[in-house]
């Protein structure tokens, strides 16, 4: 399998030109760029987080986190 190729591209736009009209693909166009942008930089922030702020997945703040390091190296756990 080759992929989609120019005129499976073509037959994509025409057929989305008659479901939408040509005044919603620029639209739509835009919409389904940001998504992907938003997904993407979601995906990077998730991959180069460092492990120190994963706490914050769990309801903890990086305030906390400080706090807590802080009080652990003062030894007023408790």
């Not at 998504?35 to 990086?62: C, M, W, Y």
């Amino acid at each position: 399998m080759s992929g989609i190729g120019p005129s499976g591209i073509i037959l994509i736009v025409l057929i989305a030109l008659l479901l939408f009209g040509p005044s919603k693909l620029p639209e739509l166009g835009k919409a389904f760029g940001r998504t992907l942008r938003e997904f993407k930089n979601g995906a990077n922030d998730l991959i180069n987080e460092p492990k120190e702020s994963q706490a914050s997945h769990v309801g903890v703040t990086h305030e906390d986190t400080g706090q807590l390091k802080k009080e652990q190296s003062q030894g007023r756990m408790g």
